[in-house]
C-alpha cells in the first residue's frame, strides 16, 4: 500500500486511477491537483479525493508515486514543474497516448533523483473528464508501461504492479515500439472514423438519422474531444503517417479490385479481415 | 391481420420479421420456406413458424405477404420463381441492401397480377442466422421502402405499415436514393472497416489483443459475412465506389494537413466529424 498517491489533472483515465486505487485500498491518501480552480472545488467533494492542493508541487510533496493524467502536451512541462518537489526516490507516471517524447524527456527532467516510467492504460472513450470515471475502468484492459533502457527496474516494477493491481494486463514494450503500434491500433481508427464522419457530414448530415449499428460503431469514436487528439496526432506524427500511407495503398487496393470486378479478390479481402475480427479477445 | 405470411430464406432479418409478427399478432399463419434441407428441420420446431414449406411455390401459395429475406443476388431469382404460385394482388417484398435492380427487376417479374415493393431494415449486424433473430430487432430502426412510380399504391401503403407495426421508423424514397445513401452510411463503412482489418492483420495480428473499445467498435462490422458482402458491393458497385473516391479525397486532404502540420486544419476536421457524431440521435 502507498502512503501518497498523486494525481495530477485527473480527467476520466486519473479519476478512475483515483477511484481504482481507493476502492482497491492501494493508497492510504490521495491527493490530486487540477488546473482550474472549479474542478479543485467540485474534486475537494469526491470520496476518491483526500486532499485537493493548490498547486502539482503542493500535490506531489511526499507522494511515493505520481500520475501525471494531463493531455500528451502538457505531460513534460507538468513533470518538469514537479520535479524540484518529489521526495527523493519518487515515481513519476502518466496514462498519455504517445510515448517516445514523453518517456525520454519526463526521464530527463527527473533522474537520477526521481523516476519517470511512461505508462499508457488502453481504456479511453469518446468521453471525458472525472465525472465519466468508473473503478472497473482498466479491467482486463492493456496498459503498456515503456521504460528506457536506462530506467530503474525497480521503479518499471512498482509501477507494472501498480497497474496489475488496478486489473490491467501490463505490456511492457520500448516507448518507439508503442509508438508504433498506437499509430495503428488507435490513432489510424481514430482518423478513419473522423474523415467519415467529416466526409458524411459534408455530403448529408440527415442521412445520420438512418443509420444502423455499423454506421454507428465505426464513427463513436469520431466523437472524442478535438484537443486531446490534436495533440496526440502531433506527438505520433510520423509513426501515423507511416501507417496512413500503408492503409491508404490497402484502400487503392480494394478500390482496384472493385473497379476491376475482380470478386475473388473482394471476397478474399473480406474474409481475411473477418478471420483477424474473429480472433479478438472476448470484451473486457 | 394478415391471414397468411410467408418468410422465404429467414436469417437475422427474415427470422425477426417472423417473429415480429408472431408476437405482436400480425399474422395468423406463418410460413416459412429455407434452401437447405436440416434448416428446414430445424425450423419446423420454432413457435414462430407454422408450416415449413418443401419448395418457395408452396410456401407463397396463399400468401397476402411474402417476405423475400434471401441475400441480394438471389432476390430476383426468387421473385422469379414464386410469381406463378401468388395469389392475384399478392404482395412481396424484400430485405435487401441494396434496392435500385431488386425493386425494376422484382416488379417486371410479378406485375400486374402481383406486387413487388422494395424494403431494406437497418438492422443487419455482423451476425448472421435466424439463431440470433429477435422480435424487437426493428425498433426505433430505419426502415427504408422504395416503391417505383409505377408501384401499386396500395401494395407501397400495406408494406409501409406492415414494417411500421414491426416497430420501424419508415423512410420512402426511390430505390436509386436508397443506393446512394446506403452506399455512404452502410457499404463504405464496411469497406473501411474490412481494409483496416485486414490492413492490421498484415501488419501484426497479434496487436489486436492490446485493442482498446476504439478499435473494436470500428472493426464490428469486419466480421460481417464475406458472401452476403460481396453480393452486396457488386449490386451497389457504382454508387459504392464513387463514395469511396470522394472519401479518398477527404483522407488524401486530412493526410496533406497532417505532412503539413496544420493543426489547426487537423483540429477543424476533427471538430466537425465531432459535431456530426454528436447528432446522431441515442442508440434504439
Redesign the interface.
Known sequence: MLENLAILAPGLLGGSVAQAARQLGLARRIVVWSRRPESRLALAGQPWCDVVAGTPGEAVAGAGLVVIAAPVDKIVELARLIAPHLAAGAIVTDVGSVKGEISRLGHAALAPRAHFVGSHP?????KTGWEHASAGLFSR??C?VTPLPETDPAAVETVVKFWHNLGAEV?TVTPDAHDE?VA???H??????????????????G?????????????????????I??AI??QN?DE??RA?????D???A??SS??N?D?LE??A?????????????P?P
Chains 1, 2 share one sequence.
Open positions: 488502453m481504456a479511453g472513450s469518446e484492459r492493456t503498456f505490456v503500434i495503428h491500433i488507435s489510424l481508427p481514430q482518423v478513419l472514423a473522423s474523415v467519415l464522419g467529416g466526409f458524411l457530414a459534408q455530403k448529408n448530415p442521412w445520420r438519422n438512418f443509420a444502423g449499428g455499423g454506421l454507428r460503431d465505426t464513427t463513436r469514436i469520431a466523437a472524442s474531444d478535438p484537443r487528439w490534436r496526432l502531433e506524427h501515423l503517417l496512413l500511407r500503408r492503409f491508404q490497402e484502400l487503392h480494394m478500390q472493385l473497379e470486378r470478386w473482394v471476397t479481402r473480406l474474409e481475411r479481415a473477418k478471420v483477424w475480427r474473429e480472433g479478438f479477445r470484451a
